[in-house]
């Protein structure tokens, strides 16, 4: 009886043995692929943090703005303000009504123009009350 006990008992270890090898050829194989998988993950990782590192380098190397930058962009807004206002203005204002002109020019049918008055004429008619003004 102690020897058949022995024997299931040799049966079960070696049973175990067995499959304790099995498991541990599977961890093994699991661990190396694992491991592969995560070195090619960092190595793309790395790459991404080599480039985000440069660009942070980069824009740590580009000028700092200072005030001349400032000032240029506020003239840039007072002048796009400016401008803006101009394009509303026009296209809001009335069309002008069509007014003879105040200095008449030369005639159509070619003749010379009128003589211009001369500085010392004295102005007469409207604005003057009737009155004649004396230039010195």
Same mark, same amino acid.
Not at 28 to 43: H, P, Q, S, Y
Not at 52 to 71: I, K, M
Not at 78 to 99: D, G, N, Y
Not at 111 to 133: C, D, H, L
């Given at each position: 009886?102690?020897?058949?006990?022995?024997?299931?008992?040799?049966?079960?270890?070696?049973?175990?043995? @067995?499959?304790?090898?099995?498991? %541990?050829?599977?961890? &093994?194989?699991?661990?190396? *692929? /694992?491991?592969?998988?995560?070195? $090619? #993950?960092?190595?793309?990782?790395?790459?991404?943090?080599?480039?985000?590192? @440069?660009?942070?380098?980069?824009? %740590?190397?580009?000028? &700092?703005?200072?005030?001349? *930058? /400032?000032?240029?962009?506020?003239? $840039? #807004?007072?002048?796009?303000?400016?401008?803006?206002?101009?394009?509303?203005?026009?296209?809001?204002?009335?069309?002008?009504?069509?007014?003879?002109?105040?200095?008449?020019?030369?005639?159509?049918?070619?003749?010379?123009?009128?003589?211009?008055?001369?500085?010392?004429?004295?102005?007469?008619?409207?604005?003057?009350?009737?009155?004649?003004?004396?230039?010195?």
């Amino acid at each position: 009886m102690l020897s058949s006990v022995a024997v299931r008992v040799g049966e079960l270890l070696a049973t175990m043995l @067995a499959a304790g090898v099995v498991v %541990l050829a599977a961890v &093994v194989t699991g661990v190396w *692929w /694992l491991k592969r998988r995560v070195r $090619r #993950r960092l190595g793309t990782i790395n790459h991404a943090t080599a480039a985000a590192y @440069a660009g942070w380098r980069w824009l %740590l190397s580009q000028p &700092v703005p200072d005030r001349r *930058w /400032l000032a240029m962009t506020r003239q $840039r #807004r007072t002048l796009w303000r400016a401008v803006s206002a101009a394009e509303h203005a026009m296209a809001t204002a009335q069309p002008r009504k069509p007014q003879a002109p105040s200095r008449p020019g030369p005639p159509a049918d070619g003749a010379a123009p009128p003589p211009a008055p001369s500085p010392k004429t004295p102005p007469t008619g409207a604005g003057t009350g009737g009155r004649v003004k004396v230039l010195p």
